[in-house]
């Protein structure tokens, strides 16, 4: 008769002694915060985001970003939502488990983003470009801008997406 719980070759204990260290640091690595702070699962893509304030977002018919930097130069066409703004609707109690609502009310902007994967953490340069329906630049013009890593719940969590954003305003692109 074979018995199920057979000894391993003596040559397996080192491997063996190796990986309940790993699982002992891991574990005291895990307890290393009283109480471990959970890490959300948030999406956040890199790319460059732009935002178009009234009235100039009424008339832009179509937007596009050339993006440069070490040699290479990626293209985006935009595609433009309309944008809302947070209006309050008050609170009901005062403590800390109070109830407070607020709503989203169109504020005649436009908002749209540019997926750009290899997006580098330095400068980049930037010509955005907005045309009004009869193909007539509204804005044509070049920034330079730093995109920064995503942080959203602190670095314990790490980073997700590199992001920069646009804003326009009175026909002028600025870097936010």
Do not use: Y
Not at 23 to 40: T, V
Not at 98 to 116: K, L, N
């Amino acid at each position: 008769m074979v018995s199920r719980f057979q000894h391993a070759p003596a040559k397996a204990a080192p491997f063996r002694a190796a990986a309940l260290g790993a699982a002992l640091l891991a574990l005291a690595a895990c307890g290393s915060e009283n109480p471990p702070r959970p890490c959300p699962l948030v999406f956040s893509p890199t790319g460059i985001g732009v935002d178009i304030a009234a009235p100039d977002a009424s008339r832009v018919a179509s937007a596009s970003m050339r993006v440069c930097w070490n040699g290479t130069c990626v293209t985006k066409r935009l595609v433009l939502q309309p944008s809302s703004t947070s209006v309050p609707l008050g609170c009901h109690g005062t403590g800390p488990d109070a109830v407070c609502g607020a709503s989203a009310s169109p504020d005649g902007g436009r908002h749209g983003f540019a997926d750009i994967a290899d997006l580098p953490k330095s400068p980049v340069h930037v010509t955005l470009t907005l045309r009004d329906r009869h193909h007539r630049a509204l804005v044509d013009q070049e920034l330079v801008v730093t995109p920064k890593a995503t942080l959203h719940s602190g670095p314990q969590c790490g980073t997700e997406g590199v992001q920069a954003a646009l804003t326009v305003k009175n026909g002028k692109a600025t870097a936010r």
